[in-house]
């Protein structure tokens, strides 16, 4: 039943401040040339699509429809050694130097806004103190609902409306701090998590799952044979999914690809790069409300059985506001103990009771 099981939301209104209007003028560099080149090109006007209305749309809606068993709380932004556990100290530097700036990172239009770099850090802060709270065991799971993202973002480079890699800093603390020694880390955001997979690539203590929309789709990497390499090699799993790919689908590879991974690798916490552009009305793929539920039960699941259900959950994308804030909701009821639907294709259980309705009609008395 929903409210059995505890969650623990972690939401700081500092992270709104992230929001790099492009009508503003923008710090001069070669790389703002470029965007403003693509931008004056497009057909129509272009606007930053991770804005601070995502978090205020999940915000709202689970304030109107509250979640038995789920409480607010906030954590404090990350410190600069937290942050060097997964970036690169002239990096972080670097990402330092834009507070207070409107600049572009990269021409794939990662962008800053003055108030971005704190931000960014309390949306890392706040997946460590999600991560903490579980494995004190103040909440079962936690979700942390937070932006800038964080799975583009690499060692050395901010991508994807990234900047900080939230689920890699909150997992090396996990290993640095709280005596976690193998973590999972499942990604299901509808881009590939290259910036995860890529700081993970040769760590046997993290094993990396990522279903994603497969290349060209962005950023194009995640391919099959991307499995990690010297003591990595088979840590990383990626199953690239045709734009197609729905519940079933999704179902399939949780349950025949990521469970028996888990059970061979035995983590001590899981740890889920939770997006919502795959749901069907977002970017690309094909997931419902019920596909979301049932995924988060398959994670739920080995949490459970592996390590005290000891899952955290970490914002990634999501650009349909409706979609975001209902997936958000349907999630956290799964994590509050909510029911577990049983999936079919959409439509079969209609046509059944059609099939019933009209069957009647067609029979001689
Ligand atoms: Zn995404």
Redesign the pocket.
């Known amino acids: 039943m929903t409210g059995e099981r505890s969650v623990n939301v972690f939401f700081d209104e500092i992270m709104l401040g992230h929001n790099p209007e492009v009508d503003l003028p923008f710090m001069p560099s070669r790389v703002e040339k470029r965007v403003r080149t693509v931008l004056e090109q497009l057909e129509s006007k272009w606007s930053y699509p991770e804005h601070p209305g995502r978090l205020i749309a999940v915000r709202d809606y689970l304030e109107q429809n509250p979640v038995p068993g789920v409480t607010f709380t906030s954590g404090p932004c990350a410190t600069h050694e937290q942050l060097g556990r997964v970036h690169t100290s002239s990096y972080l530097d670097h990402i330092f130097s834009m507070a207070g700036k409107r600049a572009w990172l990269d021409r794939d239009t990662t962008a800053v806004s003055p108030a971005s770099v704190t931000a960014a850090t309390a949306a890392a802060g706040n997946a460590i103190a999600a991560v903490e709270s579980v494995v004190n065991g103040d909440a079962q799971s936690a979700f942390a609902l937070v932006r800038p ?1 964080g799975h583009h973002a690499e060692p050395v480079r901010a991508r ?1 409306f990234c900047l900080l890699n939230n689920v890699a800093v909150a997992a090396a603390h996990a290993q640095a701090k709280l005596g976690c020694e193998r973590i999972l880390i499942v990604d299901w ?3 590939h998590g290259n910036g995860t997979q890529d700081i993970f690539w040769a760590d046997p203590d993290v094993l990396f799952f990522d279903t994603h929309c497969a290349a060209p789709f962005y950023p194009g990497s995640g391919h099959l044979d991307e499995v990690g390499a010297g003591l990595g090699e088979g840590f990383t799993i990626n199953v690239p999914l045709p734009e197609t790919a729905g519940d079933l689908a999704f179902e399939k590879a949780f349950r025949e690809i990521l469970v028996p991974a888990a059970e061979y690798f035995q983590p001590d916490l899981v740890l889920v790069s939770a ?1 919502f ?1 795959p749901h069907r009305n977002d ?1 690309a793929l094909n997931l419902t409300y019920d596909g979301f539920k049932v995924i988060t039960g398959i994670v739920q699941q080995i949490a459970d059985q592996h390590c005290d259900g000891k899952l955290v959950l970490v914002l ?3 650009y349909n506001l409706t979609s975001l804030a209902r997936g958000v909701h349907a999630v956290l009821e799964v994590l509050a103990g909510g029911e577990i639907p049983q999936l079919t294709e959409a439509g079969i259980r209609e046509v059944s009771e059609a099939i019933a309705f009209h069957q009647a009609a067609f029979i001689e008395e």
């Open positions: 993202p994807g955001d509808a881009h997006g552009d970017m990634e994308g999501g």
